[in-house]
């Protein structure tokens, strides 16, 4: 089956007074409405599947997905025990949690599934759930925040989410459980003295409100960062929410917004807002930050050490994407194979430089940085080809100083370097500048070389060097 | 009634790794140790402290969040499974605790006559939180004394680090008066971490000690530079350069426990003694005993 679909998406409020004490002030009674007729429309929907991406639940190993068919205890908040406790029985849909955890990891996410008696949910999916899906009628998944995980992270994760739910042909409901401002007052108030912290909250919350009710959840998503500056305590959990709302809604502008209460708990910014994936026009998008498909990250602190203990048999892994050039490739292994972090990935399938007996063979070389990609003294051409100014000789030296760190990774050194073929897309343009920068480095090692004209190179780049060295034990 | 006393203050951090690396039978997860350097410098802080009679331990805890106001554990008993929200795979224990309630009522109200918020709390179903149960096994496995459980109120979060140093040297103030009053010996804890930056990947078997180092040079400098601030008797200096190392190692003492616990023993110049540091997941963590019993003469 690959009918699968987000029906309806909420924004919900995180803190326990909807559930505990709504009776105690007519904003918090006003949320508790709208959350039961969003329990009500999610019924209507005959939605199969809820779904938690919780701000109170933060992890820091990649993403928790909650996999007990049946989590059971009682919540008691930090800060607000004195309003009571919320016993909580879940229903919980394992096995849509074990799919989706092995859809994170196909993706590159880090990713895990807990199952384990007594596991301490969180307030914001324990008030969700409760209210939403009273009888536990549907089932659920909760799914952590985590605390390091940037756009491309969270977006990826719904992503896999969305594989999950196609594959499986599931009517889900996607919830974000989070407050838009979330600064609370800092001392203790009575109930009737509530109200947003302050105006510029209140201001920013209005505005996020606006955006919503337009069905413009990308714009939102990528004014993240803005909103998280503005009107966000500096907690751990920033306002990712609305990147995995908006990437769960296929990074749309144009869904069908529905604000249907906003009202302060204890200062923070509550609200319930349905966004129906109903097209409401066209939905341009004000800002363009780039699509993400697959997690790339940049988190091998760990792997250093694994890296050792690659099979020597080839390997060949997806490419990244790149936004101005080929995709990128992650280095291949054979035997002899020297590959480094320090230089920029490929963009095929082969090593950064490989070695035979005491010959070492380096790829093409070009200038790109590793980790960033960008390239010194700035690339030959725009995404649209159009030619841009660019300085040669900042061009030569960061592609020296790759050579160099190929070299080095070997056990080489510079001086080993016999013989170079340089490639030049401009050869009228460059050559004395190249030719400068080549006197200062490598001219003084004493490589024989050979300097070729040619049409292009694979990247917006003007010059790469192809480098053999003899490194005798 | 003789005067309170603290006969010490200690650095006690709280990753649930040490516990599961013991293996205690409390614990639902089983280890093959780990973590040995950190779980030998509480094995020295015990024997430290071994001969030293008190009767209750004061702990603050980066754990319970608080973001309106400092709270206290203000029922006698707690029990039940704590469960890491975080690491549930490492840390699934089963607690049994008493608390002081008496003492930590008489810091409530010397905070509440101070001008700080405060609370009691005094919810029967409230789940005590992993930083607390951590802390407080490693320090004390018996679980024979008392505490009094302080929140750590998030007002680094929610404005700086100074305001948040204003609030716990405060608080640590009204610790010490409400402790002398009471006439008791007490241990003050605080259960932190120094730099702070974890790992987000975990070996196949946690407790794989090859895979484990701080995160970045620039955290190991910091932590060293607190630690020998600390060794050296210098603890105005760490309060000085709080502002500076929480936000460039991240450190855990944004949660207050570090600058509380050096107000509390009236910011210490005399040395601390380092009983042991370790990185766990990347993060850098200090076990530090301040031996107040030897410098502050007893007024009894
Ligand atoms: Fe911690």
Redesign the interface.
């Known amino acids: 089956m690959s009918s699968g679909e987000v029906v309806a998406s909420f924004v919900v409020p995180v803190h326990p007074h909807t559930v505990l004490a709504p009776g105690q002030n007519p904003g918090w009674q006003r949320l508790r409405d709208a959350l039961d007729e969003a329990a009500q429309t999610i019924q209507d929907l005959e939605a199969d599947l809820i779904i938690v991406y919780s701000t109170t639940w933060p992890s820091i190993i990649g993403h928790q997905i909650q996999a007990d068919p049946n989590p059971e205890w009682v919540m008691v908040d930090h800060d607000f025990h004195d309003l009571g406790s919320i016993p909580y029985s879940f229903n919980i849909d394992a096995e849509f949690a074990h799919a989706w955890d092995e859809a994170n990891r196909q993706r590159g996410l880090q990713s895990r599934c807990v199952n384990y008696k007594g596991f301490p949910i969180d307030v914001g999916s324990v008030v969700a759930l409760t209210l939403l899906n009273p009888d536990n009628a549907i089932p659920a998944v909760i799914v952590s925040s985590n605390m390091y995980a940037n756009r491309s992270e969270t977006t990826v994760l719904a992503k896999s989410c969305l594989d999950v739910i196609k594959a499986q042909g599931r009517r889900a409901v996607a919830i974000t459980a989070m407050s838009l401002s979330n600064r609370m007052f800092t001392d203790f108030i009575s109930p009737d003295e509530d109200k947003i912290h302050s105006l510029k909250d209140d201001e920013w919350n209005r505005k996020i409100l606006e955006f919503l009710e337009q069905g413009r959840l990308e714009d939102v998503g990528q004014l993240s960062r803005t909103i998280q500056q503005q009107i966000r305590v500096q907690k751990v959990v920033a306002f990712k929410p609305m990147w995995w709302l908006s990437a769960m809604n296929g990074n749309r502008n144009d869904l069908t917004g529905r604000v249907m209460a906003y009202e302060a708990i204890h200062g923070a910014g509550g609200a319930v807002v349905h966004l129906d994936p109903t097209s409401s026009g066209v939905g341009d998008k004000e800002y363009d930050e780039d699509d993400v498909e697959y997690y790339h990250g940049e988190r091998d602190v760990l792997d250093i050490v694994e890296e050792e203990v690659v099979e020597s048999q080839p390997t060949v892994d997806a490419p990244d994407e790149t936004s101005n050039g080929p995709d990128l490739w992650e280095p291949t292994e054979a035997k002899g194979s020297v590959n480094t972090t320090a230089a920029p990935k490929p963009v095929g399938a082969y090593p950064h430089a490989r070695r035979v007996g005491d010959m070492l063979f380096l790829s093409g070389v070009g200038p790109r940085q590793p980790g960033t990609n960008a390239i010194p003294g700035g690339p030959i051409h725009d995404e649209n080809g159009d030619p841009l100014p660019y300085d040669i000789k900042a061009q030569t030296h960061a592609v020296v100083d790759n050579v160099k760190r190929i070299v080095e990774e070997a056990g080489a050194s510079m001086d080993q370097v016999v013989d170079v073929t340089t490639f030049l897309v401009d050869m009228k343009r460059d050559f004395q500048g190249y030719n400068e920068v080549w006197a200062e480095t490598l001219g003084k090692v004493g490589p024989t070389r050979t300097t070729l004209a040619i049409d292009a190179l694979p990247t917006p780049i003007a010059v790469e060097m192809k480098v053999i060295v003899h490194m005798p034990e | 009634m003789a005067k309170g006393q603290i006969v010490a203050g200690c650095l006690a951090p709280h990753p649930p790794h040490l516990v599961y690396a013991e293996n205690p039978p409390q614990n639902e997860p089983v280890a093959e140790g780990g973590w040995e350097q950190l779980r030998w410098g509480y094995e020295r802080l015990r024997a430290s402290l071994a001969d030293i009679d008190y009767d209750a331990i004061v702990l603050l805890s980066p754990h319970?969040?608080?973001?309106?106001?400092t709270?206290f554990l203000g029922l006698d008993h707690f029990e039940?499974?704590s469960?890491d929200?975080?690491?549930?795979?490492l840390f699934?224990y089963h607690y049994n605790m008493n608390v002081d309630v008496e003492l930590a009522k008489a810091i409530h109200d010397e905070a509440e006559a101070a001008g700080l918020?405060v609370?009691m709390?005094?919810?029967p179903?409230?789940?005590v939180?992993y930083g607390t149960i951590t802390t407080g096994h490693l320090f004390n496995p018996d679980w024979d004394k008392p505490l009094v459980v302080i929140?750590s109120?998030?007002?680094t979060?929610?404005y700086s680090v100074e305001v948040m140093q204003e609030i716990m040297i405060e608080l640590g103030k009204v610790t010490r008066k409400a402790i002398e009053a009471s006439g008791k010996r007490v241990v003050v804890l605080a259960s932190n971490s120094l730099s702070h930056r974890?790992?987000?990947?975990?070996?196949e078997v946690p407790e794989d000690m090859?895979?484990e180092h701080i995160?970045s040079h620039a955290m190991h400098l910091w932590d060293m530079r607190i630690i020998d601030y600390m060794r050296s008797g210098q603890a105005q200096r760490i309060l000085d350069e709080m502002p500076e190392f929480t936000e460039q190692a991240i450190a855990e003492s944004d949660g207050g426990g570090l600058s509380w616990l050096l107000s509390t023993l009236d910011v210490p110049d005399y040395p601390a003694i380092l009983h042991g540091y370790g990185t766990i997941?990347?993060t850098g963590n200090a076990v530090v005993e301040w031996p107040c019993h030897a410098h502050e003469v007893s007024e009894a």
């Open positions: 319970w969040q608080t973001y309106v106001g709270h039940g499974l469960v929200p975080i690491f549930p795979n699934r918020p609370k709390m005094e919810n179903d409230f789940r939180d929140s109120n998030r007002s979060a929610y974890h790992f987000t990947t975990e070996s090859s895979k995160t997941i990347g």
